[in-house]
């Protein structure tokens, strides 16, 4: 038979699958954390391993992680979170199964008998050489002349799967249970787009995306050219239509004008000698003559002043065309730098103040957004966490009735276990309870009425019955008011806050130890002296169900939402408010600032 670690942080709901596999003759060793789990299976030959994943000191998902550098035992993941993050998490670090709680004995038995006997009868597959390509299955990594190979795992382990059951016919659902597990969420056309990603060319994608690129970019240069093009054909052709019909007008107009021209010359002989130009012959001759010098100036001054024209018009608007495009990528940076009084430059302008007003307002958005995206994230964590804290006791109640029904070892002993089930079902009328309250008060913090009243008679209200819980317990509790103030606020959530912070302090205060409370001008502190938290106790202590690692039975440890109601009422009504070790004495200091 094999051996066998269970990993379960729950006493309870640990012996029950101890006591239960016992039956089948395996050898077991039982983990209450993380720690624990990785010395027993270093110090241990391990057969296969049943980890919880919300574990004391370290997570299931780093055991695993830890496990799979030295070893590929089957591992099944036994926890209550559902989620399918966490899953596809522990699948993608090599988990052989996962099971959420509540879960069946019977089930667990035979999902553990069928890993053991796949785990057994599977021959093992280290490198292999296909071609040009080695695959390393042990690594998870393939290569081939060009370098590593971009392959995921589970693509590695279909071809393993494969080459492992060489000459053999294998349904999807064969391929399913052995890679992705018997109850996995994944269907079967799963492996259909998996085995497709074999025939993928990262190079030709690398080719495809240069290709499109590069032709975005062609389109884009068409784009800043056509216009200058267009305004410049444009601007020359009217510039030359305008020479030619100048020079056709003198052509035809200079010539009909008859201008007599004569010349009066006196001789010696005191007579007068006449003489007549013929002025149209001498006007075309002189356009003839002209024409190709006067023709290929204007011509030179059109291209000229067409250049010059084209790219003062469309060099404005080609800038804007730029900074419009960095625009369209939402770059904080880009703005248009046209300087100008006319028109496009008011366009630019105005672009460049509608770009700043877009920009503020998607900045609004997206804290808006994450706003809305944090309260709706510590919803879900409530939930999920909730969900966990209850599937706890419900599996613990489960399993142990189940291995009563039996018969299962020392569970047949119905007079010792029906008082711990009873125990149980009270626990989880209690924690039901609880949340219900702490969801309830995220519902009606909007609509709880504000009234003013003293600080100091508040505080010396809530403190009188716990001073007495102090004493009957041998504390020394001390109240010491030195200046009252008046404030606006929920009073009757500011006593639930403060009612939880005294019971903590009582809860958690050593025998002949000092509970302190001081009110001194807008400052409250609660000082207990105990065992201080660590910093990474410190870090979690307001999360919903957190409970530090000495405190972990509800037993004795409470639920884990006192604090967390704490911050919820502090942070609505906008108190600032620090928990931190005592510098002076050895405890812990909860100030709240009014």
Known sequence: ????????????????????????????????????????FRDNS????????????????????EIRKISNIPVVMLTAVDDEYTQSNSFDELADDYITKPFS??????????????S??????????????TVDFAGYTAHDENGKIDITPKELEILKVLIENKGLVLSRNQILDDVWGYDCDVIDRTIDATYATFGKNSAWIALLRLRALATNSRWRITMKTKLFYKIFAFTFGMMLLITVLAHVLIFMIAPSENVLITSTTVTNE??????EVDMPQLITQTILKSFPLSFACCMVISLVFSFLFSKGITGPILSISTSVHQMSKLD?????????????????????????????????????????????????????????????PVTELNATLENMILKIGEYSDYESYLPRCKEITEQLA?????????????????DVPVTTFSLAECVSELCEPYRLIAETNGLRFQIEIIEDMSVRLPENQLKKALSNILSNAVNYTEAERHIKVKLEKSVLSIQNECVPLSPDELQHIFEPFYRPNRARDPANGGN?????????????????????SMKSKTGMEFVIYF
């Open 1 to 40: 038979m094999a051996q066998i670690m269970i990993v379960e942080d729950n006493q309870g709901t640990n012996k029950a699958i101890c006591e239960y596999l016992k039956t089948a003759g395996h050898t077991l060793f039982p983990a209450l954390d993380g720690e624990e789990a990785l010395n027993i």
């Open 46 to 65: 391990i057969d296969l391993a049943v980890l919880d994943i919300m574990l004391p000191k370290m997570s299931g998902v780093t055991i695993l992680h």
């Open 105 to 118: 004995m019977l089930i667990l038995g035979k999902r553990i008998t069928a890993l053991l006997r796949r």
């Open 120 to 133: 057994e009868n599977k021959s093992t597959v280290s490198t292999i050489r296909l071609g040009n390509v």
């Open 270 to 275: 005191d007579v007068l000698a006449f003489s």
């Open 332 to 392: 904080r940076t880009a703005e248009i730098s046209v300087i100008s009084t006319d028109e496009i430059g008011g366009l630019a302008n105005d672009i460049n103040s509608l770009y700043q007003s877009l920009l503020v307002t998607i900045r609004n958005l997206e804290e808006e957004k994450d706003k809305v995206q944090l309260v709706e994230k510590e919803k879900i964590d409530f939930l999920r966490t909730a969900s966990h804290e209850l599937k706890t």
């Open 430 to 446: 209690e924690m039901i309870k609880d949340i219900l309250n702490a969801s309830r008060l995220q519902m009606q913090m909007e």
């Open 560 to 580: 884990g939402l006192g604090l967390y109601i704490v911050k919820t009422i502090l942070d609505k009504q906008g108190l600032q408010y620090c928990f931190t």
